[in-house]
T-cell receptor
Framework: GAVVSQHPSRVICKSGTSVKIECRSL??????MFWYRQFPKQSLMLMAT?????????EQGVEKDKFLINHASLTLSTLTVTSAHPEDSSFYICSATQGASETQYFGPGTRLLVL | AQSVTQLGSHVSVSEGALVLLRCNYSSSVPPYLFWYVQYPNQGLQLLLK??????LVKGINGFEAEFKKSETSFHLTKPSAHMSDAAEYFC????????????FGTGTRLTIIP
């Protein structure tokens, strides 16, 4: 089956620093990738949708200047949390799909802790 | 706006017993419904999905779910629980004919008692 990886799996950083999370589709080309955030005991919340070669579409309430998304190739998307603060601590999950109406394949998630 | 409610954040069943995980949804348009499973330290995996047609949907690992429009429900069942079924289960809804913009429930952690 299709495999999506994320790196790192866990990251701890100081407040004010930036953190980059990578999402890779290992055995297929992902035309669309999604970024979700999950707080403890809450559901996954879609943050943004990115299509290869174009700007990401952010959900309402998600700061695009704070959560920078780049989808430069068909197998890699990155999420950069800029000037991270403790309230950004969360579980970030990406998913990828080969096209419209196709199944989303999810990565294992990245746990971010901002001190 | 869509929403998903999963009743019971934790469910425990004995090995061999019936598994029933509840999911109710709210949608202003005919929904597309999904169940995902997440094993520890792994990504979400699609169990099954309902788009159109037959309301009883069969998925992997012996799971099935039935779409009941009148009850706005999409409960997940398995006749006989196995130890390997222990995981977190998420119900999700989409109002698109694709899988974009999934709205997830808060998840149900299934524990299997030997």
């Amino acid at each position: 089956g299709a495999v999506v990886s994320q790196h790192p799996s866990r990251v701890i950083c100081k407040s004010g620093t930036s953190v980059k999370i990578e999402c890779r589709s290992l055995d297929f080309q992902a035309t669309t990738m999604f970024w979700y955030r999950q707080f403890p005991k809450q559901s996954l919340m879609l943050m943004a949708t990115s299509n290869e070669g174009s700007k990401a579409t952010y959900e309402q309430g998600v700061e695009k200047d704070k959560f920078l998304i780049n989808h430069a190739s068909l197998t890699l998307s990155t999420l950069t949390v800029t000037s991270a603060h403790p309230e950004d601590s969360s579980f970030y999950i990406c998913s990828a799909t080969q096209g419209a109406s196709e199944t989303q394949y999810f990565g294992p998630g990245t746990r971010l802790l901002v001190l | 706006a869509q929403s998903v409610t999963q009743l019971g954040s934790h469910v425990s069943v004995s090995e061999g017993a019936l598994v029933l995980l509840r999911c109710n949804y709210s949608s202003s348009v005919p929904p597309y419904l999904f169940w995902y499973v997440q094993y520890p330290n792994q990504g979400l995996q699609l169990l099954l999905k309902y788009t159109t047609g037959a309301t009883l949907v069969k998925g992997i690992n012996g799971f099935e779910a039935e779409f009941k429009k009148s009850e706005t429900s999409f409960h997940l069942t398995k006749p006989s629980a196995h130890m390997s079924d222990a995981a977190e289960y998420f119900c999700a809804v989409s109002d698109d004919f694709g899988n974009e913009k999934l709205t997830f429930g808060t998840g149900t952690r299934l524990t299997i008692i030997p």
